[in-house]
């Protein structure tokens, strides 16, 4: 992608709440299966501008949430929202580098980009004992998605169904304590305030921008008609 191509991504995706779909009651329920004290020391990885930092400062109130993420405009974001409270430590981090030890890593829609396979292997030496790991995962929920669906998902060739992700959870050597699918609440949390960034930005928009645009506004789109067949799933794993 252009320089340019990222500028237009950027002024779209500028200060929104949250770069995926979650809402604070996956945080509350992650840490309730997982057994989180309040004391916990919690890693949110690839943790975007902060979203989920104050339902995991929640989960722990005695604790401490190291945050990263590699894209420094949404540390920034995250400082902003959180960086004030000591209970935080907010950085610019590649997340396949953590080292712990945590007693929860946290990673919201962001696990695809290292596998999950690979990503659990990686974190299993970052962990505590009795640690947890609880992340969101895209998976198909049929086995006949539609044309429109698998186009939208192109560009990520290796999601599966739950019961793939459930193979990939035992594969890395860790078992799953619970699961379950977002929410359509947890959806529109992203996607309505990037719906109301879109009209603002849209009028005029040519080039790029509005090529970001009408990216963003099918993605939605898609999701909004196709919702039953796909989806992000929250698995709560723990070495075997
Ligand atoms: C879909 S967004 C989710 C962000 C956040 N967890 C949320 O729910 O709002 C994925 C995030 O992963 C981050 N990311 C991707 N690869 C990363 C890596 N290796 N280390 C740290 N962050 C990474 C991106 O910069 C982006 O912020």
């Known amino acids: 992608m252009s320089a340019a191509y990222w500028e237009a991504f950027f002024d779209l995706h500028r200060d929104l709440p949250r770069e995926g779909p979650g809402e604070p009651a996956d945080v509350a329920w992650a840490a309730d299966v997982a057994g989180v004290r309040p004391d916990a020391r919690i890693c949110d990885a690839a943790c975007g501008p902060g979203a989920d930092i104050a339902a995991l400062l929640a989960a722990a109130p005695q604790g401490h949430v190291t945050a990263m993420d590699k894209v420094e405009a949404f540390v920034a974001q995250a400082q902003a929202r959180h960086g004030q409270d000591p209970r935080t430590d907010i950085r610019t981090g590649d997340m396949s580098k953590i080292t712990g030890p945590y007693d929860l890593i946290w ?134």
């Open 107 to 240: 990673c919201a829609g962001a696990v695809y980009f290292l596998g999950v396979t690979e990503a659990l292997r990686l974190w299993r030496k970052a962990l505590a004992p009795q640690g947890t790991i609880a992340f969101s995962q895209p998976c198909w929920f049929t086995d006949t998605p539609s044309e429109a669906a698998r186009a939208g998902w192109a560009d990520y060739p290796a999601m599966t169904d739950e019961a793939g992700l459930q193979a990939h959870i035992t594969k890395a050597g860790y078992h799953c304590l619970a699961s379950r699918r977002l929410s359509d609440a947890a959806w529109e949390g992203y996607y309505s305030p990037l719906d109301a960034r879109i009209a603002k930005l849209r009028p005029g928009a040519t080039g790029d921008l509005a090529a970001v645009l009408d990216e963003a506004e099918a993605e939605a789109a898609l999701w909004r008609a196709e919702r039953a067949t796909f989806g992000y799933t929250l698995c709560v794993v723990r070495p075997a």
